[in-house]
């Protein structure tokens, strides 16, 4: 059987750190939609293309950022259906969540993997 994706290049991990947040994060609304199918895939895949300990590792990371925010901050987004909008900028990327077009969260990361959430 021939592989469905195969990768001749580095996976870039500030394509992956943004998948995970938006993948975490997006968790505690009642549904998150990215709206870009074609960027969602291929933020997957360069998740998919980190090795599962480097999965881990960085899944651990953005958890720990996120816990430091206390168990309280996400129980707000709980009812909420949102849509994702995921951005490339001068070395960081931004995932803005949306309700009722209008951001209700904001999350950056940089190359360096610091996690910043806003709002």
């Known amino acids: 059987m021939a592989a469905l994706y195969t990768s001749n290049s580095k996976p870039d991990s ?33 998740y998919k293309d980190l090795s599962l300990n480097k999965q881990y590792a960085r899944e651990e990371k953005i958890l720990e950022k996120m816990k430091k925010l206390g168990e309280d901050y996400f129980d707000r987004f709980s009812d909420m259906d949102v849509l994702a909008r995921i951005s490339f900028e001068k070395g960081e990327a931004s995932i803005l969540f949306y309700a009722d077009k209008k951001v209700i ?10 996690v910043t959430f806003l709002g």
């Open 14 to 46: 500030l394509k992956a750190d943004a998948y995970i947040i938006y993948m975490m994060v997006g968790s505690y609304f009642a549904s998150c939609k990215c709206d870009n199918a074609i960027l969602e895939k291929r933020l997957f895949l360069n």
């Open 105 to 114: 969260l904001k999350v950056r990361v940089d190359k360096k993997g610091s």
